[in-house]
């Protein structure tokens, strides 16, 4: 009887895993096709995904919040991505460094308009406790701790890198539309400015 009863608690998981994945990359994907988070509804999301409003309701009770948490976390794991980069004992701290802003600003632009859309819903994210759990801030340190030039300033810089990145972040979600101002903010752009990143703050040290 409790093989039966796992067995179908199992199913169950599943069938929630299945359906959590499939709102989330439908989200992903009407966000970018309809440009404008202001007209992007849950029910409409539900729709695209074939699944009940209901269940996408389950899913993400605070809605359009939940369900940028859920993309975040799902589409932007740095950590999890960056492991075998961490664990690679080939790389030396400050290459590993190096490619923890160049990881972030791939992700992000992986995710076309949707990206742009989560920087600026960082704020609210993060007061709410809904953005991503690791703090760059803190690995960052850790890895410059390794290091004999840098580790007695590990704090000091890698705030500063962490700090540098939020603004090559918010200036590459200006660039939405057709705003000329920001035109040059392109996913390019963010790119190099992120590969360059830590040699720039690292150069005043």
């Known amino acids: 009887m409790t093989s039966i009863r796992d067995g179908r608690a199992l199913r169950q998981q599943n069938i929630y895993d299945l359906n959590r994945e499939r709102l989330i990359n439908t989200a992903v994907q009407v966000i970018n096709e309809v440009g404008d988070i202001r007209e ?18 389950n899913h993400f009770p605070e809605r359009m919040e939940d369900v940028y948490s859920a993309i975040v976390h799902s589409k932007m794991d740095v950590a999890a991505n960056m492991g075998a980069t961490i664990l690679d004992e080939s790389l030396s701290s400050i290459e590993k460094i190096k490619q923890i802003p160049v990881t972030y600003a791939e992700s992000l632009i992986s995710l076309g308009y949707t990206g742009k859309v989560l920087i600026t819903q960082m704020f609210n994210l993060i007061k709410v406790d809904k953005w991503l759990d690791q703090d760059p801030v803190q690995a960052i340190s850790a890895l410059l701790n390794t290091t004999d030039e840098y580790k007695d300033q590990a704090d000091e810089i890698a705030l500063n890198i962490a700090t540098a990145f939020r603004g090559a972040m918010f200036e590459y979600a200006l660039n939405i539309g057709d705003q000329v101002l920001f035109n040059r903010y392109t996913d390019e752009y963010f790119l190099k400015t992120s590969e360059k990143l830590v040699d720039n703050i690292l150069k005043q040290y």
């Open 40 to 57: 992007v509804t849950l029910t409409q999301i539900a729709k695209e995904a074939g699944v009940s409003p209901a269940t996408a309701y």
